[in-house]
């Protein structure tokens, strides 16, 4: 049976120090700048990925660390608590995944060990459409075998990080969905080279937050077969395969995000006198920053629980999604809670406050909605008709 472990081990303390370290280097101005110009933290992924962070969870036999999802969460929580956005490269962590469960020996083997050096970057998913949304079964993205190929043919939206990865996890329709049993059959998964690809079309877009986001267009796209990741036709079981790792490492940027918040906001509460107190002396301002804190620290122990019997090997569908949903709430409670104390100083950008409050929304939203997370608690924890 699975124990959460309530404090840290030596080993995840030196784990954290040493990212901590690395984002001393890259503080708010940084962050702010890119912002601002809405660029890639390139300098800062190149030396997380050079230092092996972001290798974590590849196997050791592969290049990487082989360290658990806890390692994983505690690396991206470390790099949103120190003020920057693990956004720009949460998603190497989870993507792999797919490779690493469903991929053949040749691809691992072809690709982890250069996914771990830095010499491929694989951070971008290309799974939202326009016409289909949260609705994945939908999307009209096809790719139809020809020979020794498969041409891609549709439009994905919202996906991020395409311009600087150099490879994509993408989720296509092999089998038009009225040919198919069940509607989550007949997709399929491929992990494919995105660098000069013949009628691939990127289209960046200005996003509320700096998130490096586009909309795609496949236009008679030719991929080599050799592309396609496991079976043709399960890719859907693969993608949910690989939802509990992705819920509980957004889960560890939210609680990075909500302690940020949280530190910020009491020590400008302590220290900001007005009608000849400090504000943090009102209960209107303290309790609002204690309920955030008692939000976090809730929501900590659910992402550890999940991470626990993630990296046991046992089920953790509900845990995951409920980690996913109390630490985005978290985050944006503390947000709430940050920009508040701050009176109009929360909305200047020279404090961060309101780069921060932008990038945490995010997670109420994406990868998955927190109604949806709620859907899965309804149906699959409680045992309640689906509702939609
Ligand atoms: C900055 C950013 C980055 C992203 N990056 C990626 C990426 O890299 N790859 C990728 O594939 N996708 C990405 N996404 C897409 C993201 O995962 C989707 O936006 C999300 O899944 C919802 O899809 P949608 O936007 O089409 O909303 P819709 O599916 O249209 O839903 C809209 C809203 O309706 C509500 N809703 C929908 N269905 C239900 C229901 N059954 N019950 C209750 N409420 C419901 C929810 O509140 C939902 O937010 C990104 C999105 C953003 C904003």
Known sequence: MASIELSLTEDQRALRAGVMEICKRYPG??????????????????????????????PQ???GAGLGIREGGLILETINYSGGNAGACHAQMY????????????????????????????????????????DTTKLQTTAIRKGDRYVVNGQKMFISRVLQSDLMLLLARTTPVDAVKRKT????VFLIDIRNLKGFEVRPLRMMMNHSTNALFFDNVEIPATSLIGQEGKGFSYILDGMNAERILVASDSLGDARWF?????????????????????????????????STD??????????????????????AN???????????EAGNACIDCHGG????????VERKFRECRLYKTAPVNNNLVLAYVGEHVLGMPRSY
């Open 298 to 319: 809730a929501a900590q122990l659910m992402r550890d629980k999940a991470a626990v019997l993630f990296d046991a090997g046992q089920p953790c569908g509900g845990e």
């Open 95 to 134: 993507i792999m995944g797919t490779v690493l469960r469903h991929g053949s020996e040749a691809q691992k083997r072809e690709y982890l060990p250069k996914i771990a050096t830095g010499a491929l970057r694989l951070q971008a998913f290309g799974v939202t459409e326009p016409n289909s949304g949260s």
């Open 61 to 63: 036999e592969y290049g």
């Open 29 to 58: 101005e940084y962050w702010r700048d890119l912002d601002s110009r809405r660029e890639y933290p390139d300098k800062f992924v190149t030396e997380l990925t050079e230092a092996g962070y972001l290798a974590a969870l590849i």
């Open 262 to 294: 949280t530190e910020k906001a009491v020590a400008y509460s302590n220290q900001r006198v007005i009608f000849g107190k400090p504000i943090g002396a009102n209960q209107g301002v303290q309790f609002a920053i204690a309920k955030a804190h008692v």
């Open 185 to 188: 059959d007949g997709l399929s």
């Open 322 to 332: 409920m980690a996913k949903y109390l630490g985005a709430e978290a985050a944006w």
């Open 345 to 352: 100083y929360g909305y200047a950008e020279e404090y961060d």
